[in-house]
């Protein structure tokens, strides 16, 4: 449907070959037509994430260059107000730029919070925790596209840390496999996931493709660790999979 036109035709002929009066709300119609207009393309959202991330990496280097990193509380005094403003500025308003100076200033907060806890010699793992909860408090409070989507990606890139700052490769199997679950019960339970909560529907797509790109970085940091020969398969977990498709269908 392209115009108001056509969708006051198919109003006007669903009202024709229905038996019973039916009312429709036309302006809340017409309302949801022109936001879906003003929706954002996936490519477009995706190229504002890159862009984000590139202004992120330069903007670091700036304040590193300044001088910025001498100080651990001027790390989190900087750090921490950016994650908010990054985080709620999305809620405002679909524009490009905003969006991408919004995936900017989330970025850049995680990365200064991250240095400053790490200046002020606070263990690495408890940072790496840190991180995750910040991320997935923002994952379940902003319910943004965008800031999802990187809300995701640390966390999962955050337990892909751990596992390797404390040389437990063998957790990448698990991490891997329960990527796997994850992701077939998404796919095959789509239509309920998406009409059971519309909070969840809205950032839907989002943790799909960035659970998608998870999933690829274990796989890509499974073959760089381990050479075919040493990967074993376990075979006892297999039943376990058929009880979980055979729920999931």
């Known amino acids: 449907m392209k115009t108001k036109e ?3 035709q198919l109003l ?3 009202q024709d070959s229905s038996e019973k009066d039916l009312k429709f709300n036309e302006a809340a119609i017409y309302t949801a037509f022109e936001k879906g207009n003003n929706h954002q393309s996936l490519a477009i959202k995706i190229l504002s994430i890159f862009g984000g991330i590139l ?3 330069l903007f670091i280097g700036f304040l590193f260059i300044a001088g910025i990193y001498d100080s651990e509380l001027g790390l989190l005094l900087l750090g921490i107000p950016l994650i908010i403003f990054g985080a709620f500025i999305t809620k405002v308003t679909d524009n ?5 100076l ?4 989330y970025i850049i907060g995680f990365i200064l919070v991250g240095a400053g806890l790490l200046q002020m010699k606070t263990d690495e793992n408890l940072v790496c ?3 995750i909860l910040i991320a997935a408090s923002a994952l379940f409070i902003v319910r943004s596209y965008l800031i999802s989507f990187i809300s995701v990606l640390i966390i999962c890139g955050g337990f892909l840390f751990l596992m390797m700052s404390n040389n437990s490769f063998n957790l990448i199997h698990i991490y891997i496999s329960l990527l796997a679950l994850i992701l077939t019960f998404i796919y095959l339970k789509e239509p309920k996931l998406m009409t059971f909560n519309k909070a969840f529907s809205q950032i839907y797509d989002s943790v799909r493709i960035s659970l998608i790109f998870c999933f690829l970085a274990g796989l890509n940091l499974l073959g760089r660790n381990y050479r075919l020969s040493n990967i074993h398969l376990n075979i006892s977990g297999f039943p376990l999979w058929l009880l979980f498709l055979q729920f999931c269908t």
């Open 129 to 131: 925790i840190i991180l």
């Open 96 to 100: 490009i730029l905003l969006d991408t």
């Open 12 to 14: 006007d002929y669903l």
């Open 102 to 105: 919004s995936i900017s200033a």
């Open 6 to 8: 056509e969708i006051k």
């Open 55 to 57: 202004a992120s990496l």
